[in-house]
């Protein structure tokens, strides 16, 4: 935008074999630091688009019908979601994201008396699955390691035994 001196992204769709492309969002702003990245994945059925967009300032899941209509909020993690996955069965995702800072740390933020040490990371990326629908994340990975990849095995039933992580 010229306000802003910003990317703004927007989603059309456009069928394979050609013809008028259908705008998909206008008010959703799509995750686009450094660059437009909104790391957009259809469901297994085909029924919905997902991708990543700012909801209240930071990047969460947000999904819409394929076909178009007003997006809503899939996750709600409070330092935000870049990176997800869908399960094969379309009932969970699973994204990468770090711990949520204590309270006593972000209050410290707040008031700017929060020291963060470069060379530690003391909140390293874990994996999380969440069902689809909503609910609770559940940490797949110990903090104790960041995970930088991750992907589904074929099939998703026993989905906190399945997910294959890359350390």
Same mark, same amino acid.
């Given at each position: ?8 992204? #927007? ?25 437009? /990245?909104?790391?957009?994945?259809? /469901? ?29 909020? #899939? ?53 999380? #699955? ?25 099939? /998703? ?11």
């Amino acid at each position: 935008t010229m306000e802003t001196a910003s990317h703004e992204g #927007v989603l059309y769709r456009v069928s394979s074999k050609g013809g008028t492309p259908q705008r998909l969002t206008y008010e959703t702003r799509i995750f686009n630091k450094p660059i437009v /990245s909104p790391n957009l994945r259809w /469901s297994p059925d085909g029924t919905k688009l997902s991708f990543v967009a700012w909801v209240d300032g930071v990047p969460q899941v947000v999904a819409m019908a394929a076909d178009g209509g007003e997006t809503w909020q #899939v996750t709600s993690v409070k330092g935000g979601v870049a990176r997800y996955e869908w399960a094969p069965d379309g009932k969970y995702i699973a994204f990468s994201a770090s711990d949520p800072l204590p309270a006593a740390d972000e209050e410290a933020q707040k008031k700017k008396t929060y020291v963060e040490h470069v060379d530690q990371n003391l909140r390293p990326p874990r994996v999380w #699955v969440q069902e689809f629908s909503g609910g609770t994340p559940k940490a797949l990975s110990p903090n104790s390691v960041a995970v930088v990849d991750f992907h589904w095995a074929p099939r /998703s039933e026993e989905h906190t035994s399945e997910l294959q992580s890359h350390h």
